[in-house]
């Protein structure tokens, strides 16, 4: 399924931020003021844990503990290495980057459950290092650790509209920071992440390193948040800070809508000026109205405060941007102009079920020219050969000594029943799934090598369930897959140098590349993915894959849920791929779409080869007729 995590926030923010820096000459009391300037300290960390939760999809309790690090180290250097006060800051965030780098790089293998409960108890052993004495000379322990003035001239960065402007500095750093990080090359592989780890790792992300890398951002933003609320209290002790910190955070980025960077931000103005508002109510009933609201917005406003207003105000402006019916329907009509276009033979020809078509008889189907003759044309050694690849699942044995030998330049379908091992076998070429046997593209021995060697070597591949970025355009999923590694730096990437800016236009280059390749209409490039038809999903998976420029492409059933004419554009793609030179495994159930596109077929049964031949050959098989319409089968 497509989730949402925004990629066009830029305006919102920068609207927002205005606002922000603007409010003090309206918002003039005290009391106010200090509402809003809790409000972007809080702003600051739940933009941090919104990067970490809404784009790239991991979860902590423990984001009170970089607070509190950020805090702490920032006033200890202060009072006990009499550090200036920016170098303190400095010190501060650089500390919880790196305590949530470390313990992120424990916790990121866990799943929801762990994750809360490890980052839970990180958060007690925080609180027992700060109040106990084994750090006390740094801490103050239970006395608590005074934060020294920073002063500007003869002005108070703690005080009045310098700590105002402060915290604002703060907040605006951390958004453009955070946005940045969702544009480069690193943010968008988190969301791949997000949404599907394994597809992530196929399109050669180093999912760990993401995965760290957010939790690295999100401690940093987290640290400087306490260092703007070491500033305004002046004064550190152990009740500074509690879980309680980490739950009004996670409070504030579901109230403000996640995956939105800017949702934060109102999430946390409204927070705090419901939470003082009420204070005035008496103390229960304060609790209970606050719960209400929250409860209500969570509820009734599923992608939080950000989309209601993104909804208000293109209602307001009359635009019809966000209509995903509108554009869904746009998405088929162009999508039905496309395959008109390209179509060059009869949609219906690929669409006919395999069992239905070989029930009828085949002769009565009307297929496209079978592609006997352009079968076993290739020359030269074959570019994949399998060698008794065996899976055992428990009990289950998945695949039994599979041998298969695929031609350079060939595109050669695997058919067979539900659970005949099909996906299995791609998993296993792929590196995803360990198996018995060996695997060999182009003489080079992949048996033992990792998924993200595979790809660099020259397999890519395809999922039954296109993982696409919602938010990202088709050009920028499709360039997700095309980055030769997914290594380097994310600092130097958010910088913008040149080494950074030349890979990325390499990247850019090969994902235009690719989409021309598989003729996908440039009026739809700039389109959202999740405005897009199943179809077009399917062709973006496809063009993501090819991005990487691979020898072998790998193709799980692509044709998968579609319409017939969704079906001859996705075997029209084909053709591109094979024009290319890329040789194509792919798995099928369309006895006229594996005519039309097959040069050779393999039929699988119960994890075992059956039958192995051209298209024509195979299909023409009385056995292969009793695996599909069960003629002839014993049990
Ligand atoms: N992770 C797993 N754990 C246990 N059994 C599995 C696992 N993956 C696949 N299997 C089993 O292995 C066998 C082959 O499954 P596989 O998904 O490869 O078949 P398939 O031919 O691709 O089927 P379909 O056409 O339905 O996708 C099935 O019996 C399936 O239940």
Not at 104 to 124: C, D, E, I, K, M
Not at 428 to 456: E, F, K, M, N, Y
Not at 536 to 546: G, N, W
Request: with cysteine; aromatic share 6%; hydrophobic share 50%.
């Amino acid at each position: 399924m497509l989730t949402r995590a925004r990629d066009k926030v830029g305006w919102p923010a920068l609207t927002l931020l205005l606002l922000l820096a603007l409010a003090p000459l309206v918002v003039r009391g005290v009391s106010e003021q200090g509402i809003l300037v809790q409000a972007m300290i809080y702003a600051v960390g739940a933009v941090g844990l919104d990067v970490l939760t809404g784009y790239s999809g991991q979860f902590s309790f423990g984001q009170f503990v970089y607070f509190a690090i950020g805090a702490y180290v920032m006033a200890a250097v202060r009072v006990n290495g009499h550090w200036p006060w920016l170098p303190a800051i400095i010190a501060g965030v650089a500390a919880s980057t790196l305590v949530a780098a470390v313990i992120g790089s424990l916790f990121v293998r866990l799943r929801f459950f762990g994750s809360a409960v490890g980052t839970f108890f990180l958060g007690a052993v925080a609180v027992d290092l700060i109040s106990g004495s084994r750090l006390s000379h740094w801490t103050g322990g239970s006395n608590g650790l005074a934060v020294l003035p920073v002063t500007i001239g003869a002005n108070s960065l703690s005080t009045g509209d310098w700590l105002y402007y402060t915290v604002w500095i703060a907040l605006a750093l951390s958004v453009a920071v955070c946005l940045r990080y969702t544009k480069v090359r690193a943010g968008r592989a988190a969301r791949v992440v997000k949404e599907n780890e394994v597809v992530a790792a196929v399109l050669g992300v180093r999912v760990f390193r993401e995965k760290v890398r957010a939790q690295a951002l999100a401690g940093a933003v987290a640290g400087l948040a306490g260092c703007m609320l070491a500033l305004e209290v002046g004064y550190l002790s152990p009740d500074t800070f509690g879980i309680s910190q980490s739950i009004e955070l996670f409070a504030i980025v579901a109230v403000g809508g996640t995956g939105s960077i800017v949702g934060p931000i109102l999430g946390a103005v409204f927070f705090f000026s419901m939470v003082n508002g009420l204070a005035s109510t008496s103390a229960s009933s304060s609790q209970l109205l606050f719960s209400l609201v929250v409860l209500v917005v969570v509820v009734l406003f599923n992608g939080g405060l950000y989309d209601l207003l993104e909804k208000g105000t293109r209602k307001l402006l009359g635009l019809r941007r966000s209509d995903a019916g509108a554009h869904k329907k746009d998405a088929q009509v162009a999508g039905r102009a496309q395959a008109e276009r390209t179509e060059p033979v009869a949609a219906a020809a690929v669409a006919e079920p395999l069992s239905g078509a070989l029930a009828e008889s085949p002769a009565t189907v009307s297929f496209a020219q079978p592609s006997a003759d352009r079968a076993r044309v290739r020359t030269g050694p074959p570019l994949l050969e399998l060698a008794g690849i065996g899976v055992d699942f428990g009990g289950v044995r998945a695949l039994d000594a599979v041998d298969l030998t695929v031609g350079r330049g060939e595109v050669h379908a695997i058919i067979g029943p539900n659970g005949a091992g099909k996906t299995t076998l791609l998993n296993c070429i792929s590196g995803i799934q360990p198996a018995t046997g060996r695997v060999v593209l182009d003489s080079d021995d992949l048996t033992s090598l990792p998924v993200s060697v595979r790809r660099a070597r020259g397999i890519s591949r395809t999922f039954q369930h296109p993982a696409l970025v919602a938010d990202l355009t088709v050009l920028q999923n499709v360039e997700v897959g095309a980055y030769e590694t997914h290594n380097g730096s994310a600092v130097l990437e958010m910088a913008g140098l040149p080494g950074t800016r030349r890979r990325d236009r390499v990247a850019r280059d090969r994902a235009v590349h690719a989409l021309e390749l598989l003729e996908f209409p440039r009026e739809r490039w700039d389109v959202h993915a999740g405005e897009l038809t199943m179809g077009e999903q399917k062709h973006i998976d496809i063009a993501r894959a090819l991005a990487s420029e691979p020898k072998l492409l790998l193709l799980d059933e692509p044709t998968a849920g579609l319409g017939e004419e969704e079906i001859g554009a996705v075997a029209n793609a084909i053709e591109g791929v094979r024009r290319a030179g890329v040789t194509v495994l792919v798995i099928a159930h369309h006895v006229g779409f594996v005519r039309r596109i097959a040069d050779a077929c393999t039929v699988l049964d119960f994890g075992r080869v059956l039958t192995s031949g051209t298209a024509g050959e195979v299909l023409a098989d009385d056995q292969v007729v009793d695996v599909f319409v069960g003629a002839g089968r014993k049990s």
